[in-house]
Structure formats: structure tokens, C-alpha cells
């Protein structure tokens, strides 16, 4: 009996420990609704780690794919996915030149690209987005509650975002207003 406490202790423990490193480093999300879409934009400052910098700097190509989903609230059922973006962010440093390459693919479309040698500028690449747009606000039903999900990974796959190899998530509510 008094084992099963201790487990209990320390599980209730170690959840509160990986709250706390998700809260410190986690993914800050900003749903915005204006007249024709809903665009998300989102920062995870935290996920720039030193295992990503040393793989970017080993001259390996370096991606961070984040899912967004937009998810309907259906109280007493699964929440719905009303639509879904896939955003692909990468960097290809060149050891020769010292110059990174960096790459955004939304949705299979390159969205944009540029060469850089600052890294503060690599670090904002890879680790936030601003206002993609992820449905046209016609496709909503008035006065429910939605939410956005994002979700990380990046590769290769001995990198990791805040040491957890499973990658980074978050969600961020909303009501939809009209």
C-alpha cells in the first residue's frame, strides 16, 4: 500500500514536470477571424534547441513540419476537423559558403524563399508563422466554439524539439462570430 502512493506521487509529479516544460517552451498560438478567412499565426520560441542548431550547423537539411487543424467543439462527440494545412519549414546551411537556404512549403505550394547567414533570422524561420490561411470563414457555423491545433516535428530524426522526440503541440479557442 504505502508503494502505491509513492507511484502515485511521483506519477502526479512527473506530469506536472512536463506541463511546466511545455508551458516554458510550448507553442504560443493567435487564431485570427477576419470577414473571409481564418489565418493562424503562431510562435514556438522554445523549439530552436541546441541538438536543432547543431544539426543545421552539421550542414544536414533541417525541417520542422507543423499540422494545423482547425477542430469544431461537438459536445458529447468527437470534435470535427473542419480543414487542415500542412506548413513545411527547412533549412539547408552550406558549411562552404556559411550560408542557409531556407524554404516554406505550404500545402505542397513553395510559398517562399531566401538565403541568409543570420541566425537569429534561421531561428524565426523555422520556429514561426504568421497568419496562414486555413479556411474561408463562409465554410463556419455561427456562435459554435472551434479551436486550432498545431502540431511540430522536425527531422531529422535524431533532433528534437524541447528534447522530446514526439515534436510540439498546442491548441488555442475560439467562437465564431459573424
Not at 506541463?19 to 477571424?33: D, E, H, K, M, N
Not at 510562435?43 to 543545421?56: E, F, K, M, P, S
Not at 541568409?116 to 459554435?144: F, I, N
Amino acid at each position: 500500500m504505502p508503494w502505491r502512493r509513492v507511484f502515485l506521487w511521483a506519477g502526479a509529479l512527473a506530469l506536472m514536470a512536463c506541463a511546466s516544460v511545455l508551458a516554458q517552451g510550448g507553442l504560443r498560438i493567435v487564431p485570427l477571424v477576419s470577414d473571409r478567412d481564418v489565418v493562424v499565426s503562431f510562435d514556438a520560441a522554445g523549439a530552436y534547441t541546441d541538438d536543432v542548431r547543431a544539426a543545421i550547423l552539421s550542414g544536414l537539411k533541417t525541417t520542422v513540419t507543423y499540422e494545423i487543424e482547425l477542430r469544431m467543439v461537438v459536445p458529447t462527440w468527437v470534435d470535427r476537423t473542419i480543414a487542415s494545412a500542412i506548413v513545411t519549414v527547412s533549412d539547408q546551411y552550406d558549411n562552404l559558403t556559411r550560408r542557409h537556404t531556407l524554404t516554406r512549403v505550404v500545402d505542397g505550394r513553395v510559398e517562399d524563399e531566401q538565403t541568409t547567414e543570420d541566425e537569429a533570422v534561421v531561428r524565426r524561420w523555422l520556429t514561426s508563422l504568421s497568419r496562414v490561411p486555413v479556411v474561408r470563414t463562409s465554410k463556419l457555423d455561427q456562435t459554435r466554439d472551434y479551436y486550432v491545433r498545431v502540431r511540430a516535428r522536425v527531422r531529422p530524426r535524431g533532433t528534437s524539439i524541447l528534447g522530446w522526440t514526439g515534436g510540439l503541440s498546442g491548441e488555442a479557442k475560439f467562437t465564431f462570430i459573424p
